[in-house]
């Protein structure tokens, strides 16, 4: 009796290990709303085929295919719609502390939401993000091959630094004048393809007074944006800054503004720009 006891026993905890192990393979879908076009990303790639049937929403600025367009907003990244995101009941809402308000993430955690909170303030941390997604997911399969392919691909970047880095001011806007800070993964992007920020103020995005960038001593000023200048626009940032004897570039790109894998992929674009 005390033998088939045992057996019983044996027989339960490894058909419950089975068990554990069944589900991690093929986990229960979650309801996933991430609260970030680059989150949005993210997660797509992190799920795969299951993406069309676990995510259930997006914020504004995210497009893809015809499932992705059907899918209900919640409102501006920056400015969620807090009713729409608690109307979709997720079971996982994923936020970033780089451009969710953090009182709105607060709000939705004592709502009763589950939510995971990376950072995507920097080159290490994005990496890092896809990690915690996964996990918090529950679904990593994706994973080996997307942090390869970060790896792979920032690698490479770095064995072609330039020998000379040129100095660089970087903007985000000109009219105000908005520098882009050294601690963001942009200065970083830039700095890789063989820039130096000369604007060293230690902090994301900056407004700075025209005699502060005069004073770096910068060979460029680069103005980062998502989409291209009007000729109007564009001859008269070019001629305030060469009366000034710096040159002055226009960087122009939508991927470079998603902290994701895609940003990587535009380095080459950037060294060609500081080449020219």
Do not use: C
């Not at 608690?86 to 969710?100: E, F, M, S, W």
């Not at 941390?125 to 091959?145: D, F, M």
């Not at 020998?163 to 105000?176: A, F, S, Y």
């Amino acid at each position: 009796m005390l033998k088939f006891r045992i057996w019983v026993i044996s027989l339960f905890w490894l058909l419950q290990g089975l068990g554990t192990q069944a589900s991690s393979a093929n986990p229960a879908p979650l309801r996933v709303l991430p609260l970030a076009p680059s989150l949005f990303e993210k997660t797509q790639e992190l799920l795969g085929p299951r993406a069309a049937q676990w995510i259930i929403g997006k914020t504004a600025g995210v497009e893809g295919e015809a499932w992705v367009s059907s899918l209900p907003s919640v409102g501006m990244f920056h400015q969620l719609s807090l009713e729409a995101v608690l109307r979709l009941k997720p079971d996982l809402a994923i936020a970033t502390r780089n451009g969710n308000s953090k009182q709105q993430v607060e709000q939705l955690i004592q709502k009763g939401i589950r939510v995971v909170l990376v950072s995507e303030d920097t080159l290490f941390n994005i990496r890092k993000s896809y990690e915690e997604i996964a996990h918090a997911l529950g679904v990593t399969e994706q994973l080996p091959a997307i942090l390869a392919s970060w790896d792979q691909a920032l690698g490479e970047a770095r064995k072609v630094q330039a020998p000379h880095p040129t100095r660089t001011v970087l903007l985000l806007e000109d009219e105000p004048l908005l520098a882009i800070g050294s601690k963001t993964y942009l200065s970083e992007l830039f700095e890789v393809s063989g820039a130096i920020n000369s604007l060293n103020l230690g902090g994301t995005y900056l407004p700075v007074q025209r005699e502060v960038i005069l004073n770096a001593r910068p060979s460029q000023v680069i103005l980062v944006l998502p989409s291209p200048l009007s000729d109007r626009h564009l001859q008269a940032f070019k001629s305030k800054w060469a009366v000034a004897g710096i040159r002055p570039k226009v960087f122009t790109s939508q991927k470079i503004f998603r902290p994701t894998l895609q940003s990587l992929h535009e380095i080459s674009k950037i060294r060609a720009e500081l080449g020219r």
